[in-house]
């Protein structure tokens, strides 16, 4: 897969935490991911179209995703509940969007977030369009990047 | 001042009302989709609506495009509050009637520096 087109989600995440969230996260080195992937108990989905097709995902371990929450809303949240979930959704959000302007080039559509709760749950992805997972270490916990994207046709 | 708040993101208006407090700006109301920004706006007396961009129902652009064409509201100051980042985005907002554009993520530095240049 082509880093320029991981990249931008990798500084759009940096960004956005450093920025929103007081806490500025560690990349670790992405990597392909290989079913059975990772498992996560919250995730903000933001579906890609036009230049390019596939997701982008943001993925907590539920103690990361109240931590981080709480930094981002200023706020303590002790439960995962439609306050964390609409968060990790705008989080997702902002991530993609940020990405998006350093893919101008390929006009880029990001869909409205959806959000998965469940504890160990997996996102499943199109078989057909490759996934990049990029781990953070941040002051609240670890979390996960997962850019599944691929230039449509015409591109 | 009265401010409208347009996001459907309970979080982001949660976030914008806490920096707007903090600024000393008390008198805040919430619409949740262009469509109720654009009814409120045309019922009460706002000075400033920060508005974002990707909602459903209505976005935030046609909720522009719809404060702009009515006589009534063509004159109300429109921040748009969005991660539309990309130049023609924005340019396609300035085209529109916005007055001035914050793309996400954004500090309450930001925000703070763009009502002072509308004098608030």
Sequence with gaps: MRAELINPFLKATVSTFSTMVNTSPTPGKPYVKVEPGLTHDVSGIIGLSGGAKGAVIISFPSGTALTTVSAFIGAPVTKVDADVTDAVGELANIIAGAAKADLSGLNVNISLPSVVVGTNHKVNTPKDIPSVVIPFACTHGDFVVEVCIALTESK | ?120
């Excluded at chain 2, 008198?27 to 009460?44: F, L, P, S």
């Excluded at chain 2, 001035?100 to 009502?115: A, G, H, M, S």
């Design chain 2, 1 to 120: 001042m009265k401010i409208l708040l347009v996001d459907d993101s309970n979080t982001m208006r949660r976030i914008q009302r806490n920096t707007l407090s903090g600024l000393g700006f008390t008198e805040v109301d919430e619409a949740e989709d262009g469509a109720d920004a654009v009814a409120k706006v045309q019922a009460g007396n706002y000075e400033l609506v920060l508005m974002d961009w990707n909602m459903p129902n209505m976005t935030g652009l046609e909720a522009l495009k719809a404060i702009r064409a009515n006589p009534k509201t063509v004159a109300v100051p429109v921040i748009m509050v969005t991660s539309e980042s990309e130049k023609s985005r924005i340019l396609e907002a300035v085209q529109a009637g916005a007055t001035n554009y914050i793309v996400k993520p954004f500090t309450p530095d930001v925000l703070r520096e763009k009502l002072a240049a509308l004098g608030k």
